[in-house]
């Protein structure tokens, strides 16, 4: 049922991040996200702009994560998108991040959850899911000043362009946003998924 | 019994200041003299004219302490800075010699004592006091230091600025209501 298979993802989250032996210093890595974010306010001066800046790097992250994923993982593909938002919280958020967010799903449920066939995919555009972060290893340290803070900086916007990527690769649009912040003084940091549409593998068009 | 830290920068700019006024019943005895003197004597300087007149100046902190809380104002806080800024000399002295970190009662300007916090990067944290209170005021230090450096750690603070952090300037104080 539901409830192993999230037990299992569980389990391969955290097995994957065991295997990983290349691991970073989290202060290191924290320092380095702040000073970015830092330098592209002041590069562009403009909040939102750097949102934007923030999240199409995330996009350039998310295209080429998602081999690697797929390859440490051997996962494949995912029933109906119910399954894409425990896969990226219990195993993805896990083996990069070591954060496991909690998953939120709605939207139309799909009418049928076993894979019937291994091509077809089930899920109404429209379904979204929230993860919730509990704790952020992007922001340690960081308290935003009154101008971010007004200016609407979404401070770990990254993420949101790491997610549109990495599905867009495995043929799925969607809209990926930050809902709310515990460093904006909200009550706790949430994403929200959105599926756009499933993408159809394209024919290339032959030039001859 | 009122406390003044400073924060100051390897090249002594200031970046962060506080006043804390303890609710701690200082240890010196009461004194019997200070309901005779007259309270317009008020100002930080009257601790000095009351000592060289040869008065005890255990009881004039007593009096005057609680005189310059009643008349607060500027002219009691030049004269801190005053303190504050002479006794730079002598940390930077002895910061030569000794390689701890917490240095007590470094100097003392009648009832004053300035005790000296120096951190590995150099910033000097000065704590203007009128009792004895080492251990105290050491984990105060010490928790101060632990403070800054997280918000060091923020990628929003420059480095040698003064702190605006409220979340820093709230912790020092919870910190300084507990140990002093």
């Known amino acids: 049922m539901m409830a192993t298979t999230s037990k299992q993802y569980k389990a391969i989250g955290e097995d994957l991040w065991k295997s990983r032996t290349d691991k970073i210093n989290s202060e290191l890595f924290a320092l380095t996200y702040g000073a970015l974010v830092v330098q592209l306010i002041q590069d562009y001066e403009d909040y939102a702009e750097v949102n934007k800046q923030l999240e199409k790097m995330g996009y350039n992250i998310g295209t080429r994560l998602i081999e690697d994923f797929l390859a440490r993982s051997s996962l494949g593909r995912c029933s109906d998108f119910r399954e894409v938002g425990e896969v990226v919280a219990k195993v993805g958020f896990k083996s990069f991040l070591n954060i496991t967010p909690t998953v939120t799903h709605s939207g139309a ?4 959850s076993r894979p019937t066939s291994a091509a077809k995919q089930s899920g109404v555009p429209g379904s979204t899911f929230i993860l919730t972060l509990d704790e952020n290893p992007l922001a ?9 803070l007004e200016g609407g900086l979404w401070f770990s916007n990254v993420l949101c362009g790491v997610l549109r990527g990495s599905l867009e690769m495995v043929q799925m649009q969607v809209q990926v946003e930050f809902l709310s912040d515990v460093l904006r003084g909200d009550e706790s940091t949430e994403i929200r998924v959105t599926l756009l549409k499933y993408l159809e593998e394209e024919v290339p068009v032959g030039d001859d | 019994m009122s406390h003044h830290l400073f924060l100051l920068s390897p090249s002594d700019t200031p970046i962060y200041s506080l006043t804390h006024y303890s609710t701690k019943l200082p240890q010196s005895t009461s004194s019997s003299l200070s309901s005779n003197l007259p ?3 008020t100002s930080a300087f ?9 008065a005890s100046s255990a009881t004039q902190s007593h009096h005057v302490q609680g005189g310059s809380v009643r008349m607060g104002g500027g002219q009691d806080r030049h004269v801190i800075q005053m303190i504050a800024n002479a006794s730079l000399d002598v940390i930077e002295d002895v910061m030569r010699k000794e390689s701890a970190m917490y240095m007590k009662s470094v100097d003392k300007f009648n009832e004053w004592t300035v005790s000296a916090f120096i951190t590995p990067g150099n910033m000097k944290f000065i704590l203007l006091h009128e009792t004895k209170n080492d251990d105290g005021i050491r984990s105060f230090f010490h928790d101060v230091w632990e403070l800054y450096l997280k ?8 480095a040698h600025s003064p702190i ?8 020092v104080r919870a910190s300084a209501k507990k140990y002093l």
């Open chain 2, 164 to 171: 605006r952090s409220i979340v820093f300037d709230t912790r």
């Open chain 2, 39 to 41: 309270t317009w004597s």
């Open chain 1, 109 to 112: 449920p799909p009418p049928s």
């Open chain 1, 140 to 148: 340690e340290f960081v308290e935003l000043p009154d101008e971010a």
């Open chain 2, 46 to 54: 009257a601790g000095t004219l009351t000592a060289l007149s040869g």
């Open chain 2, 151 to 158: 918000t060091m750690l923020n990628p929003f603070h420059t």
